[in-house]
């Protein structure tokens, strides 16, 4: 199995920027995918953006366009999202979630991003 451990989170104004980490440890020869998801309070979880570890394909969910951009670290098995222009709506729980090859999908514990207006 695949453990996750977020980190990047904090408080800034509208308009600041914030870059996230996630690092995986473990089963890592089996990842297939990795991604980032928010929840908001009173809202579903979103996913934002996932990279396809095995071909480096990236894919951006609609709240994520023109301001985050996903990247990763083969080597340390992490990757980042790095959070440009945020807005109050951008406050949420970021979440970090990795499936392997058999289909097992893991999440780490969040990393709270709270934007001030």
């Known amino acids: 199995q695949v453990q996750l451990a977020e980190s990047g989170g904090g408080l800034v104004q509208s308009g600041g920027s914030l870059r996230l980490s996630c690092a995986a440890s473990?089963?890592?020869?089996?990842?297939?995918?990795m991604a980032w998801y928010r929840q908001a309070p009173g809202k579903e979880r979103e996913f934002v953006a996932g990279?396809?570890?095995?071909?480096?394909?990236?894919r951006y969910g609609y709240s994520a366009k023109d301001r985050f951009t996903l990247s990763r670290d083969v080597a340390e098995t992490t990757i980042f999202l790095q959070m440009n222009s945020l807005q109050p709506e951008d406050t949420a729980t970021y979440y970090c979630?990795?499936?392997?090859?058999?289909?097992?999908?893991?999440w780490g514990q969040g990393t709270q991003v709270t934007i001030s207006s």
């Open positions: 473990g089963s890592t020869f089996s990842l297939y995918d």
């Open positions: 990279i396809r570890w095995t071909t480096g394909n990236i």
């Open positions: 979630k990795a499936e392997t090859k058999y289909y097992e999908d893991s």
